[in-house]
């Protein structure tokens, strides 16, 4: 016997698509489908003032180099300042 829709879903329309869903077994990303620089990679990521991010995108831009390279370099300086190794 199947679930009775939500009261969202008969509104949305979603009932149609979880039932479309149910069932289908997914798999991960082949390592062919992901880029080369992101093989092997680990996504670090948090939530920040919108003014940090327009901070760190300016200097990013007066530096010419990209947000993921600041980053590296703040972790870096993390490690470092703890005794850890630079592996960023």
């Known amino acids: 016997m199947a679930n009775k829709p939500t009261l969202a879903e008969t509104f949305s329309g979603t009932e149609q698509v979880r039932q ?6 997914t798999t991960p990303k082949p390592a062919a489908m992901v880029p080369p620089s ?3 990679k680990k996504m670090i990521s948090g939530h920040f003032d919108k003014d940090v991010h327009r ?3 300016m200097l990013a831009l007066e530096k010419e180099t ?6 590296s370099q ?8 703890n005794d850890m190794p630079p592996i960023a």
């Open 20 to 25: 479309t869903v149910v069932g289908v077994e």
């Open 38 to 40: 992101r093989q092997g």
């Open 55 to 57: 901070q760190l995108k």
């Open 66 to 71: 990209s947000i993921q390279n600041l980053l």
């Open 74 to 81: 703040a972790l870096n300086a993390l490690f470092e300042r």
